[in-house]
């Protein structure tokens, strides 16, 4: 079981809406973590009238990794900051398709066999959304992008799932949740990579008081088109949901030695400063570069990974709330070395590339999914994937906390059976009164 909480802890100490409306229309707005009225419940009187119902995917595999069906809700044990919580709704969903909704089989009658019967359900099992951050995908890579959706797409949509498709830049698509993966495919034949190479990181980039701006307000707009989907699937009860996250990472403030010493010259073009080593010439001085308060002053820039981390963060929570799992992946799978025409010294390209790639390792991990980051081993991890989406239980139970000013609390889910391996997340955090991202008004 991944320990969410950790993960978002280790990440914190490193230092680590084209088409919104469109796809998540019909979708109710509400919270997954919502408030319901509680079954008897008096009408009258002044006690609050409603208590939050909280849901959450729970995978159960024995020794031998093979998924555990036969489960009840007497089998399973939750904790809600240590507090035990009574089960109130069970969904298991196997192979992908709702087998049933806790609803009891017919008896057998004596001295006939008959197959046990399966409450099947209209609503599809699993959700699948493609996010194409097309805004942190170079133009050169669009044709392996194009392929590796499809590839994807073709791994993990069944018969029955329902798709859907978003991307944001100037060629931004959108498709509506559809049961025809052809829409998806079609669409995504229009999608162009509008990404920043490493020079134009170093060359083109309007530097802020906070670092590059542009770069700021890339990030952000696809950290706002996502969770505009995740507001609008956690409408959708009861199901997988699953958005399949495709982009290049992020990093706040890439290059930030390359960006220091470059001068503009009269043609307008940009051109590095000479490093001045004995310290006596007309370039910038080894000891500029390296003392403790020029590092500081150029990464000024040393809020840009606070920024980053925070909006992660809050992603992540949204994500939880809505009861949806991000799977990360980068379509250009293992790079060794930067190409030969981004001219970027290979220390400082290999320091953007982990930062980037962290940041998608740590949105996946923080709402328990996988990122398929610097590799080519897509065929398994994709298997993988398709695993975790296709047998699960979907747990839900009443608060027995009514606090809402308590946003963070932990969870742990457990079996009373022996041998069990439990897959779940260990944390949830309540929406802050007025949502997410900017929505909060801004205090005295």
């Given at each position: 079981m991944r320990n969410l909480p950790a993960i978002r802890s280790r990440f914190l100490r490193a230092g680590l809406g084209i088409g919104i409306a469109v796809l998540v229309a019909g979708l109710a707005p509400a919270a997954q973590a919502q408030t319901e009225q509680a079954p008897g419940l008096p009408q009258g009187g002044t006690f609050r009238s409603g208590v939050t119902l909280i849901r959450t995917d729970v995978i159960v595999r024995d020794a031998n990794g093979a998924f555990i069906p036969d489960l009840t809700p007497a089998d399973f044990r939750?904790?809600?900051?240590?507090?035990?919580?009574?089960?109130?709704?069970?969904?298991?969903?196997?192979?992908?398709?709702?087998?049933?909704?806790?609803?009891?089989?017919?008896?057998?009658?004596?001295?006939?066999?008959?197959?046990?019967?399966?409450?099947?359900?209209?609503?599809?099992?699993?959700?699948?959304?493609?996010?194409?951050?097309?805004?942190?995908?170079?133009?050169?890579?669009?044709?392996?992008?194009?392929?590796?959706?499809?590839e994807v797409a073709d791994t993990l949509v069944h018969d029955g799932d329902l798709v859907g498709l978003i991307s944001n830049g100037p060629?931004?698509?959108?498709?509506?949740?559809?049961?025809?993966?052809?829409?998806?495919?079609?669409?995504?034949?229009?999608?162009?990579?509008?990404?920043?190479?490493?020079?134009d990181l170093i060359e083109n980039t309007q530097e802020g008081p906070d670092g590059p701006g542009e770069l700021r307000w890339r990030a952000h707009r696809a950290f706002m088109t996502v969770n505009g989907v995740l507001e609008g699937l956690s409408g959708i009860q009861d199901r997988r949901k699953v958005i399949i996250y495709i982009s290049t990472?992020?990093?706040?403030?890439?290059?930030?030695?390359?960006?220091l010493h470059r001068t503009p010259l009269r043609d307008g073009i940009l051109r590095e400063r000479p490093i001045d080593l004995a310290g006596g010439g007309s370039g910038i001085s080894e000891r500029a570069l390296t003392s403790p308060f020029n590092r500081v002053e150029r990464q000024g820039a040393v809020f840009a990974d606070g920024e980053l981390i925070s909006e992660l963060a809050e992603l992540s929570d949204t994500a939880t709330r809505a009861n949806t799992t991000l799977y990360t992946m980068d379509p250009r799978g293992l790079i060794s070395s930067p190409?030969?025409?981004?001219?970027?010294?290979?220390?400082?390209?290999?320091?953007?590339?982990?930062?980037?790639?962290?940041?998608l390792r740590t949105l996946a991990e923080l709402t328990g999914g996988i990122s398929i980051v610097n590799t080519n081993n897509f065929s398994e991890l994709l298997r993988q994937i398709d695993a975790e989406t296709s047998d699960y239980y979907v747990v839900g139970y009443y608060t027995s906390n009514p606090d809402p000013t308590h946003r963070q609390r932990s969870l742990r889910v457990t079996v009373a059976r022996d041998g069990l391996e439990v897959q779940a997340r260990d944390s949830y955090t309540l929406a802050r009164m007025g949502g997410d991202f900017g929505d909060v008004p801004p205090g005295p």
């Open positions: 939750i904790l809600e900051d240590g507090v035990p919580q009574e089960v109130a709704s069970l969904i298991l969903v196997h192979g992908g398709r709702v087998f049933n909704q806790l609803v009891p089989p017919p008896p057998v009658h004596e001295g006939i066999i008959l197959p046990e019967r399966r409450v099947q359900s209209q609503i599809p099992g699993r959700i699948i959304v493609f996010f194409v951050d097309a805004m942190h995908l170079e133009p050169e890579v669009t044709p392996r992008v194009r392929h590796f959706v499809k060629a931004g698509k959108a498709v509506d949740l559809t049961y025809d993966l052809q829409h998806v495919k079609s669409a995504v034949d229009g999608i162009v990579g509008n990404g920043m190479t490493p020079r990472g992020y990093d706040l403030n890439p290059f930030a030695l390359q960006r190409d030969i025409d981004y001219d970027v010294p290979i220390d400082a390209w290999r320091e953007y590339m982990m930062a980037a790639r962290s940041s």
